[in-house]
C-alpha cells in the first residue's frame, strides 16, 4: 500500500509541472488590450476585421499549446513588426511619448508648489474695523436722516 501511495505520489510530482506547462498563462483578452489590428490600426479587442479573427485564432491556438504571452507577442512582431503591439516603444522617438507628460507633470507640481509658497509669505492685509467711526458732523447728518423716517 505504501509503494502504491508512493509511486502515485511521485507520478504527481513528475505529472504536475507538465499540466502547469499545458495550462494556457494568459487569457484571450488580456493579450487583445496589447495587440492592433494591422488592417484598421485599433486595439485588437476593438477590431472586427477578418485579420483581427485571424489573429485571435492565431493566438487562441498558441495560448492553448502552452506558450507565454512574450512569445505569442513576440511570434506577431516577427509577422507584422513593432507596430502590431499597442504600448509606446522606450527609445527612440517612442520615447518622448513617455517624457513629455513626466515633465509637464513636474513642472505642473513644481508650479503649484511655487504659487501655495508666494500665496503663503504674501502680507496680510489689516482686517476692517468692525465698527464705523463717525466724526460728530456725520453723526448729526445720520441722526437727522434717520428722524425723518420716524
Known amino acids: 500500500m505504501r509503494r502504491l501511495l508512493a509511486l502515485v505520489g511521485l ?3 513528475v505529472a504536475a509541472p507538465a499540466a502547469i506547462a499545458a495550462t494556457p498563462q494568459f487569457s484571450q483578452d ?3 488590450t496589447e495587440v492592433m489590428c494591422p488592417v484598421c490600426g485599433t486595439r485588437l479587442d476593438l477590431s472586427h476585421s477578418p ?3 485571424q489573429i485571435r485564432d492565431f493566438i487562441d491556438e498558441k495560448r492553448t499549446a502552452g506558450w507565454t504571452k512574450e512569445q505569442v507577442k ?6 507584422f513588426g513593432q507596430r502590431i503591439l ?10 518622448f511619448a513617455w517624457l513629455v507628460p513626466l515633465a509637464v507633470g513636474i513642472a505642473g507640481i513644481a508650479l503649484a508648489i511655487g504659487l501655495v509658497l508666494v500665496w503663503r509669505r504674501r502680507p496680510r492685509s489689516e482686517p476692517a474695523p468692525s465698527a464705523v467711526i463717525l466724526d460728530d458732523e456725520s453723526r448729526r447728518r445720520v441722526d437727522d436722516a434717520l428722524r425723518g423716517f420716524d
Open 11 to 13: 507520478l504527481l510530482i
Open 86 to 95: 499597442a504600448t509606446t516603444p522606450t527609445h527612440g522617438s517612442g520615447l
Open 51 to 53: 485579420a483581427a479573427n
Open 74 to 79: 513576440a511570434a506577431l512582431v516577427a509577422q
Open 30 to 32: 488580456e493579450i487583445e
